[in-house]
């Protein structure tokens, strides 16, 4: 299958400082990715829809001043978490949709291995 | 958005058959049912879909009522590597995007 890539893999920071998180497409192209959140023994939240070359949609309650997110190319999109806190500590997993996969609703999204991030 | 209620847990021995439930009552006609699963620290995986058929790959059978309310996902020789939780969703067609909504899930614990 579609392989996408998230770097890094995990990251620590230092409270109030910015970090960035990529989500590759690997061999194909991806005009949407998503971005979730997942805290310990919880589910996946969604938090943003990245369309390439267009602003993002954010779901209710998420800031988006707060998580930049940047889909500049058809393989690329990033996700910075500005002024980072420790209740920011998560992990972040990106998807893109496949869209040579299949018609409509069948639009399969493969996820990328997530980035955990820690906020000391 | 249809909502799927799936139990929380279950234990399977390995080898054996795992048959895993999902209930989607207020599906609409034109949702399909998708299974995703998520091995621990990792990213989800797509196993299977479907829209009223039955359907089945190499990494598993699906089988959906006839009146779609609920599902079962199956795999056929459970191993410790099918150890993972496993979510069913019910896709939502949106024009941002065709968005995946997770819930709980089950976590499934393939015993030796």
């Known amino acids: 299958g579609a392989v996408v890539s998230q770097h890094p893999s995990w990251v620590i920071c230092k409270s109030g400082t910015s970090v960035k998180i990529e989500c590759r497409s690997l061999d194909f192209q991806a005009t949407t990715m998503f971005w979730y959140r997942q805290f310990p023994k919880q589910s996946l939240m969604l938090m943003a829809t990245s369309n390439e070359g267009s602003k993002a949609t954010y779901e209710q309650g998420v800031e988006k001043d707060k998580f930049l997110i940047n889909h500049a190319s058809l393989t690329l999109s990033t996700l910075t978490v500005t002024s980072a806190h420790p209740e920011d500590s998560s992990f972040y997993i990106c998807?893109?949709?496949?869209?040579?996969w299949g018609q409509g609703a069948e639009y399969e999204q493969y996820f990328g291995p997530g980035t955990r991030l820690t906020v000391t | 958005d249809a909502k799927t209620t799936q139990p929380p847990s279950m234990d399977c021995a390995e080898g054996r058959a795992a048959n895993l439930p999902c209930n989607h009552s207020t599906i609409s006609g034109n949702e399909y049912v998708y299974w995703y699963r998520q091995i621990h620290s990792q990213g989800p995986q797509y196993i299977i879909h479907?829209?009223?058929n039955n359907e089945t790959n190499e990494m598993a059978s699906l089988i959906i009522t006839e009146d779609r309310k609920s599902s079962t996902l199956i795999l056929p020789h459970a191993t410790l590597r099918d150890t993972a939780v496993y979510y069913c969703i019910v896709r939502v067609v949106q024009a941002a995007g065709n968005k995946l909504t997770f819930g709980g899930g089950t976590r499934v614990l393939v015993k030796p």
């Open positions: 479907g829209l009223k």
């Open positions: 998807s893109a949709r496949d869209p040579s």
